[in-house]
DNA sequence: CATGAATGAGGGTTCATTCAT
DNA sequence: CATGAATGAACCCTCATTCAT
């Protein structure tokens, strides 16, 4: 346990410097100062400063891939699954602003993940997304004269560039916030941004 | 004439090395021995590397800033504006394929980027797309129950997902998919993405 | 003590190479393989070349204020005082070599030390001879229609005459060259350089 | 006369910058932007720095040693001999600070002059001046149990002393503070600085 | 004479990584 | 486990000098 402890403090510091100075910016160092250890022992549990970043990317695309699979598998209405997947990026923004923001800036569409391997990341990401999109075809929900990655593509799209302005801006969320925001991209996504087809003002004055 | 051919050798070139390997991996040497000059000739027009770059994306924000701004004084139709403000971005993204890969991955949400010029320049961006929203929302033709920077993030979150998959894989893009892309993004954003609401199917099949 | 041993070294190799070769021409490389190690060891000890320097520049003018600070305090007789500060220099010379020669060709005038800084150790240190000729003065030893910084002007410049001539020519220097020196300096200073004055002879022939 | 205009104009551009930066840190560039001239054409009239740095000493020198010739060879009086070479310092000073300032801080004594030429001219001009101190001494004016080249040493020494004090901290001279200075070191070297030897106060208070 | 674009060797500095203790 | 001294390859940038125009 002393030894996970020491190992969780390191990554701790990791996310807070990655967060802060980039991973090109961030020196070992830095890290091994922050975290209040040695030098070397960040050595002793991570590789090298590549594998350490992966190591916390990858926690993190697990972290992803299994919230849009348990919405995938899940029973629940489809409405449900979009607003949850939108609160699941507004909760982490909240809680874990460092993992975010280093997914935001540093991983999305980083040329550090321009790899095989990163494209991968990406492509299985989207996929989940698709199949979701796609379930909601085949359940009469969604429009079936658009291609489901189109609709994921939008769908994502917006949620990331909310994330991105709140990540550069470091913009405070509240619950309500929080609440308009998913019924804002709700409501556009499912119904269209055109006035007049009855059912924009129903829900919630965004 | 010649002064220019050199110094315009010199930017072609970065542009190709920047997209190719970013900008932390992009040594000087690498950029010179691709225009095919010396050394310190990069530095007899650019005074650092980071000048360079900035003198790359100060060019590529003006472009993207002018085209906003005709939209937004343009007389035009609404949906008009939104199919050129895609295909502005499409047609980058054929002919030139770098500097677009490099907004994308180096510049739009890069952390080189999180500071306070560089926010600036994004709210710009961004802002420039709200008043054209708010426009579409006076006249009537966009829904006023949602804030016009909502549907900024969406229109454009939309544009960006769809060029950084298509940046990502290197994908072809022909003039079919093209028109294809605008329409699928122009019906999702305009009339949403729910079935039976009786506009989806009537422009095209995407 | 093994860690000081290769800083002492660092510190070593410095003097010789700086004394050699000046600053301007000094390679931090030359250092570091002068003394026996790696190129980044420097950087470890060092931040720069410029605090390296200081660094070693520092501590001289601490040995050179502490021995003016000595015999300013002390309570011994006021030749006995000129003297021990011209044997100060001269044994240095011999002792330090290296040290005295960088004072002489990089500090005492350097442009380098044309800062304000600079200029606050320079006068300093002339501040220090002042009040040693001011106490002379006061003790009636020496005439009173001369401002004591005259005095010390005269007296450090002759010295450093000599001392540059020494440094420069890298003249051997003998126990009894070095008793004729400060005989030299002390008669001429105290008693003047004129003939038949009645003290000139009676000390020793310089 | 153009041609030599031009030539003046970069030469006067030279004392300027390598006074206020030192030659290590004076650029060519810098040299003709201050000339108003393009950086080509101080090659045009310069092979390199290094020998423009030299032309400028050169000729410095060559006043130098001219003054000292023309001391030697005089007929006048011994004391009025020191006066004027006291007098060509201070008056340098006022009238070409710059050059002044290049010898005083970047000649006399620089490591930049430690090779054998360097040395050679150094010693010149020493010996120019010990050719008068022995001429003092041959006519009883001196006192002759001091070996000449020291009576030099301390006249010179406290010359530059003087001379740098000045240059260092960019003081002002008046003709008031030129005669007491003078006078002072005049006093001092002739008579010595012990009091009660029954000249001090006779010429005059300083 | 005059210009300034072009060259490229060289130097200071950084920092990921290793390893003896 | 833990430390931090030690390594050295790599890279940005400078600037004296050349030369075509």
Redesign the pocket.
Known sequence: M??ND?QELIVDAALEVFCEKGFA?????DIAKKAG?????V??YF????VFFDHIVERWWKTLYDMLEAEKSSSAGFEGKLERIIRFFLDTYASKFNLLSIFITEVSRSSLYRTDAGLARFRKFFSLCDEIMAEGQKRGILRSDVAPHYLTYIFLGAIEAFISIMVLGKEKITKQREQRTINGIIQVFLHGAMAQNGHGGTRSKT
Do not use: C, F, I, P
């Open positions: 002393a030894k020491k910016n961030t020196r070992m160092g250890v040695s030098y070397g022992l050595y002793h590789e090298s400063k590549e």
